[in-house]
């Protein structure tokens, strides 16, 4: 049976094996989908392991992203505008690696919650593997403007360096600043740090917050709670990141299967469950 995995630290809490079951059962595959632990220090022999042990392919969660792209001897466009990837995929003739953070954030702010980014300004809250994955697609849905605001200013400017160019081809205004100076009234807001794990409501002030707001935590469940609070409380529609979650995972899925699942039915299926 092909084998594939999530591999994390911590990776315990991932609902990846679940989406993906869901959608082989959906779509007539056979596999296993399995969680990896990886020490910060062992990821690069997890992955090696895991691939020698013939598995197919894995997902990246935090904090390797950027390392798994720096494996990969064959990356996607996006991938490498990113430096990053989520996805990889064990080819014979060399390792294929993706990032489809962003295009599944995209596809769930647009399609399923029915938000347009077009023309509208939007902060982006983190520098890290998240928002170097979505950074890029997010400028393809032509937005005005986009601020990228991080504790460490040195790198949100770097995120914003390797993507200003196309930026400027979209006719998109992309800068970075810090958490303090993010600006006001944003039509989006998405937090793509890991504060919400410490149970942190948001990294930045709520002036950032345009009344009637979509703020995003790319975390789900409970984890998301203190943000989705502090959203709703200042006037703004919360939303948490189980659509994302579910549409990365179709576009790994896609990758590595070469069937598109159904998004839906999965999506309603896993706010059932939490």
Known sequence: MDRYAVIGHPVKHSRSPRIHALFAAQTGQTLDYDRLESAPEAFTQTVLAFAASGARGCNITVPFKFEAWQMAAHRTARAELAQSANTLRFDAGGWWADNTDGIGLVRDITQNAGVTLAGQRVLLIGAGGAAAGSLGPLIDTQPAEIVVANRSVAKAEALVARHQD???????????????????????VINATASSLGGAESPVRAGVLKPGALALDMMY??????????????????????????????????????????????????????
Not at 168 to 186: I, K, M, P, S
Not at 252 to 261: D, I, L, Q, S, Y
């Open 221 to 274: 469940g409970a984890a998301a709670a203190g943000f989705l609070a502090w959203a709703e409380t200042h006037g703004a529609h919360g939303r948490d990141g189980l659509g994302m979650l579910v549409e990365q995972a179709a576009e790994a899925f896609t990758a590595w299967r070469g069937v598109r699942p159904d998004t839906g039915p999965v999506l309603a299926q896993l706010r059932t469950e939490l």
């Open 166 to 188: 196309w930026a400027a081809a979209q006719g998109v205004r992309l800068h970075a600043t810090d958490l303090d100076h993010a600006g006001e009234a944003f039509d989006g």
